[in-house]
Nanobody, 126 residues
């Protein structure tokens, strides 16, 4: 098991910004591709963004492209999701996910990730 700890969620007004963080356990030594997913009330969990081990390859859901940015700092074992121009429909629990990977690969489906964080709530008010 690879513990993932998310932080940075909260309440923000429409049009505002938030930055989520996900830190991989300091004991983890393997290389991990990372992803962010979200689950809104009454809906299934959906893909948001993904990043390769080295951070050179990224992919975004169409609904967030141009507003969200995924990045990582491997020296800190941390991946970030910077969210701007937030809208009420972005309200959800946001989860980070990790899987062992080789450099240059990212993954966009839930079943490809064996390790998950506990989730952090993002609420956007209108």
């Amino acid at each position: 098991q690879v513990p993932l700890v998310e932080s940075g969620g909260g309440l923000v007004q429409a049009g505002g910004s938030l930055k989520l963080s996900c830190t991989i356990s300091a004991g983890a030594r393997d290389m991990y591709a990372m992803g962010w997913f979200r689950q809104a009330p009454g809906k299934e969990r959906e893909f948001v963004a993904a990043i390769s081990v080295a951070g050179t390859m990224k992919n975004y859901a169409r609904s967030v492209k141009g507003r969200f940015t995924i990045s990582r700092d491997n020296a800190k074992n941390t991946v970030y999701l910077s969210m701007s121009s937030l809208q009420p429909e972005d309200t959800a629990i946001y989860y980070c996910a990790a899987r062992n990977a080789v450099t240059g690969t990212y993954y966009t489906t839930q079943h490809e990730y064996p390790y998950w964080g506990q989730g952090t709530q993002v609420t956007v008010s209108s």
